[in-house]
């Protein structure tokens, strides 16, 4: 699905094989006086979207968006799995749906494998909602915007530098094609903390100094191996606790709260020391991510932020981020914001769904009811921002901004087929090298 691929029935292919591929369905084929291809472009009211990766969040993303617009119609699926594909068409067409009459989806519309995600990108959507493991998202935003769609896509948007790069190149190309892109990244479409960034920009806490932020939460679901399934179904479906798959938790979750202080800062950092390890969750059903991180960062301005984050049940959950100023200090999580000082304020207006205020943001976008989007290149760099945190934990080393952004780690396996795929050694500070 990323950096490599397979046929439907999980043929074997390799990296180097599937990017060929891949830029041979892309390249060229669609002249740039043709990246206006949507209905609504042409004169209708309809956007036709597909989403693919058909699990939670997937669904969750199809809801989100029939409820941003009735413009909407869901009109194709892709995943890996057919009984993930089933059961997210079987519920947006449901009793249970409310807008069930705008996501019928018919079989030839439903695409199985490893290259389902090509033939949707491929058929008449005018949007792609992205929602598969982070690993996949590099080639599939690339494969979309090649094929001049507009794009959803969640975060993070890559688990490695490699990835990273692929991102940012296929950003550059959105905006040559003039296409809309937003990212899941869903505090930036919250009003509470739109409302909290404008008062941090007007000097309402001083000149920002430092910050601190938090993903602290228990456990989460697990899969075990079903010994039915081969080592790669089964990591694809237990995908939380593989690197090359989620990034670990620190970038497929804490990605949030770390967008957040590169936003309240108003850049990326240049340097990470970390540490972190694997306490609790040390079975062989738990892959091999860890289950805690802290993380200093250093911005150009000199500005520090602390970073933590854990899965571990038992402890005191924390969500949130703090942002101090030479005069006040801010406290934000989802559905709050306030400011600390001498002149507090709380934040008490209307705090609309961001999950579908984001795609409200989109649609606007591709409609020109709203500013031109393209969210990607920013949310790279927030991505990137988790992903050198987590190789200075792994390493013990500190790493830097451009020495993690030029770094030639790639965590793709080496094809992708349903087959034996051995879990990696848990990482071991001061002996795993930095690649």
Not at 181 to 193: D, F, K, L, M, S
Request: hydrophobic share 40%; net charge negative.
């Amino acid at each position: 699905m990323n950096k490599a691929q397979a046929t439907s029935n999980g043929a074997d292919c390799s990296r180097r094989d599937f990017v060929k591929a891949t830029a041979v369905v892309a390249g060229g084929a669609i002249p740039l006086a043709a990246v206006a291809t949507s209905a609504y472009g042409a004169g209708s009211d309809q956007l036709r979207a597909g989403l693919i990766g058909c699990g939670n969040r997937g669904t969750g993303a199809a809801v989100n968006i029939l409820q941003a617009s009735d413009q909407v119609r869901i009109v194709a699926l892709a995943d890996v799995f057919r009984d993930r594909l089933d059961g997210c068409r079987h519920y947006l067409s449901s009793d249970d749906h409310s807008n069930r009459d705008r996501a019928q989806i018919g079989d030839d519309r439903c695409y199985v494998g490893f290259d389902a995600y090509q033939q949707l990108v491929n058929s008449d959507v005018d949007l792609v909602l992205l929602a598969t493991p982070p690993h996949f998202r590099p080639i599939h935003f690339q494969a979309a915007i090649n094929a001049g769609k507009h794009v959803f896509m969640e975060k993070p948007v890559a688990v490695d530098p490699t990835g990273i790069r692929s991102v940012i190149e296929s950003a550059k190309e959105a905006d040559r094609r003039n296409l809309s892109v937003v990212a899941g990244t869903q505090r930036r479409h919250e009003a509470c903390y739109l409302a909290l960034m404008d008062r941090i920009r007007d000097g309402a806490i001083g000149e920002v100094v430092a910050a601190r932020c938090f993903w602290n939460m228990g456990g989460l679901w697990v899969k075990k191996h079903d010994p039915n399934w081969s080592d790669m179904e089964w990591q694809i479906r237990n995908w939380l606790y593989f690197t090359w798959l989620s990034g670990d938790h620190i970038v497929e979750q804490h990605v949030h709260n770390l967008d957040v202080c590169n936003w309240a800062i108003g850049s990326h950092p240049i340097s990470a020391m970390g540490m972190g390890g694997r306490e609790v969750r040390t079975a062989p059903k738990y892959g091999h991510v860890f289950d805690h991180f802290a993380i200093e960062y250093e911005y150009p301005n000199g500005v520090v932020m602390h970073s933590y984050c854990r899965q571990i049940d038992g402890c005191t959950v924390r969500v949130a981020e703090a942002i101090h100023g030479s005069t006040a200090r801010t406290w934000s999580e989802s559905g709050r914001a306030e400011i600390l000082g001498q002149r507090p304020w709380r934040f008490d207006a209307t705090n609309p769904n961001p999950y579908v205020v984001e795609h409200k943001d989109l649609i606007g976008s591709i409609t020109n009811d709203g500013p031109h989007l393209n969210e990607a290149k920013r949310v790279a760099e927030s991505t990137l921002t988790a992903i050198m945190g987590r190789m200075s934990a792994y390493t013990g080393q500190e790493i830097t901004w451009d020495k993690a952004l030029n770094s030639q780690l790639d965590l793709s396996p080496p094809a992708y087929e349903f087959s034996s795929l051995p879990t990696p050694e848990v990482a071991v500070p001061g002996k795993t090298p930095f690649i």
